[in-house]
């Protein structure tokens, strides 16, 4: 490969039945002629392909570490369809270079299209052929993002508690039921453990992509390794959800384990293969093989939901968490809240804060998805992972302590559905993000786009939800503990 080389092919388009004809090496891909003799003025469209190489001095190969496409515009001249495309020929070395500036299309008129192809020997090793797609120049966007959640989280810190003078009306009276157990907490617990696995699996994959492992260049890589951590991170659901389950008085042990295998996972896969079969119907070639499918059916039965069972097992074989305050029989009756302490104004309004100080990490990851661009910035989703962590255990807790000075003590759902509720900011989120950035207008890709993101708003809402509730129960487990009653 000295020097540029230059092919050129030719296809030819127009109604009527394909066939093939050899040219200049190549081959043409076209109509049958409806006549003979000269054809009417084509359409011309070409595109240059450029093949960047870089040769290795000690072993004399090359390796190809990049390509450029061109489209251009050509007014080709011929007498017959076929070989005879004089402006389009190697031998004859009659290739004319076509411009930018693009021509009008009459009705009925042919369309020759035509390509080149360019090699171009370059100084860019193997190994760094990708840093022209993982250079970026937003740093200093997701530095501000990272400071602006760190002030939010200081002034977090610096809120006043209420008076703590008016102790018998306080969080104390209610010592005797704040740990009863919640309507459906059997629910409660399934949907635990799901977050526990969604967590783990977030938490290994991250880890997993700081230390290098998981490379653009390796496609799919980030996929597979991300379904594969979550059949593994069964275990932890399993064990997770029995814990919780056996503290809450829970004895059928056997459904708790069933739900928890495929609850979550089964309604995620339900959609999927909705959309999936969507997919399939319109021939498209980004639809998930049925091979593939039936792969991670298997794997999901065969290894996720018998680890969530020994998960499960394992759990329910320790002994039964002893609550730090005995539990009265006769429940108390909760008294008339503000309507700031709403259960719907509490869950709603306290997840802006920490999907505030997320939601620009969410739009650079929405771009990466949608919009075919590269993301290997995963340092700064990992600290927006970690201030999303603190956020929504802090937000979790002060308002788990408000409801408790307030002497309601109905806390497990609510802190719960309190953190999930981010779930639903990111997808009015992700409507907002279709209207604004995304050009889509077949109704089965707006179908794909609303589809899938439900599927993810669905799984931060688990994950969420599981990380403000065990930190609320840690807090009440903690100031709890520490409560003498006389």
Known sequence: MEGP????????????????????????????????????????????????YHKNPDTDSARIVGFEVTPHSISHEYTEWGPQITTCNKDTKNIIRGSTIPQT?????????????????????????????????????????????????????QLD????????????????????????????????????QIFGMTLTTLIFALLGFLSPSNRGGLMTATVLSWFFMG??????????????????????????????PGISFAIFFVLNALM?????????PFGTMFVLVCLW?????????????????????EDPVKTNKIPRQVPEQPWYLKPVFTILVGRIFPFGVVFIEFFFVLTSVWLNQFYYIVGFLFIAFVILIITCAETTIILCYFHLRGEDYNWWWRAYLTSGSS??????????????????????????????????????????????????LWFVWKIYSSLKID
């Open 301 to 321: 039965l065969g290894v996720s939901v018998p680890l969530v069972f020994v998960g499960s097992y394992l759990g329910f074989k320790k002994p039964v968490i």
């Open 105 to 157: 299309v009459d009705t009925d008129t042919e369309v020759v299209f035509t390509y080149d192809v360019t090699f171009k020997e370059s100084d860019i090793e193997w190994g760094s052929r990708w840093d022209v797609y993982l250079l970026t120049n937003d740093d200093p966007l997701h530095w501000f993002s990272i400071k602006n959640s760190l002030i939010i989280i200081s002034n977090f810190n």
């Open 423 to 472: 779930g639903l900011y990111l997808f009015l989120y992700s409507v907002f993000y279709f209207f604004t950035k995304l050009e889509i207008t077949k109704f089965v890709s707006c179908v794909l786009y609303f589809g899938y993101m439900l599927i993810a708003s669905f799984a931060f809402f688990v994950l969420t939800g599981t990380i403000g509730f065990y930190a609320c």
């Open 280 to 288: 399939w119907g319109q021939s498209s070639s980004g639809a998930v």
């Open 235 to 264: 275990l932890f659901a399993g064990f997770s959800s029995a814990r919780l389950y056996k503290a809450l008085k829970g004895t059928e042990w056997k459904e708790n384990t069933l739900k928890t295998s495929f609850m979550f």
């Open 161 to 196: 508690p209420q008076d703590e003078s008016e102790e018998e009306t306080g969080w104390k009276v209610v010592h005797g039921d704040v740990f009863r157990g919640p309507v459906n907490s059997e629910l409660l617990s399934v949907y635990v453990g799901a977050g526990v």
């Open 5 to 52: 080389t230059t092919f050129c092919f030719v296809e030819n388009v127009r109604k009527g039945t394909l066939r093939t004809a050899t040219y200049g090496g190549g081959t043409v891909f076209g109509p049958s002629p409806t006549r003979d003799g000269p054809g009417p003025t084509p359409i011309p469209y070409s595109l240059s392909f450029r093949v960047i």
